[in-house]
């Protein structure tokens, strides 16, 4: 069964850091496009960043609200894409989606204390 599986997730104070990790089981995983997407409540979901694979050589995209602060990446060999979050703020609480074209994660929350 294909899926994919975040973690990392926790409550982490303003200016703070977490890395989010996503355990892939799918097909394709090497040539496939990997995305992070994010849920705030009552909120709709927003795309927070991108990696090609890799045809594309790995090229990275991001939402101008973390450019800069968060980093996309990816180890093909063991199926894992990675979020590190760096300087943190309130708003970027929420739940953390991995995304592989249409399959999700379940989601990892985040929280950051003001």
């Known amino acids: 069964q294909e899926q994919l599986v975040e973690s990392g997730g926790g409550v982490v104070q303003t200016g703070g850091s977490l890395r989010l990790s996503c355990a892939a089981s799918?097909?394709?995983?090497?040539?496939?496009?990997l995305n992070w997407y994010r849920q705030a409540p009552g909120k709709e979901r927003e795309w927070v960043a991108g990696i090609n694979g890799i045809h594309g050589s790995g090229d990275t995209t991001y939402a101008e609200s973390v450019k800069g602060r968060f980093t996309i990446s990816r180890d093909n060999a063991k199926k894992m894409v990675y979020l590190q979050m760096n300087s943190l703020k309130p708003e970027d609480t929420g739940v953390y989606y991995c995304?592989?074209?249409?399959?999700w994660g379940q989601g990892t929350q985040v929280t950051v204390s003001s």
């Open positions: 995304n592989q074209v249409d399959m």
């Open positions: 799918t097909m394709f995983f090497s040539i496939s496009a």
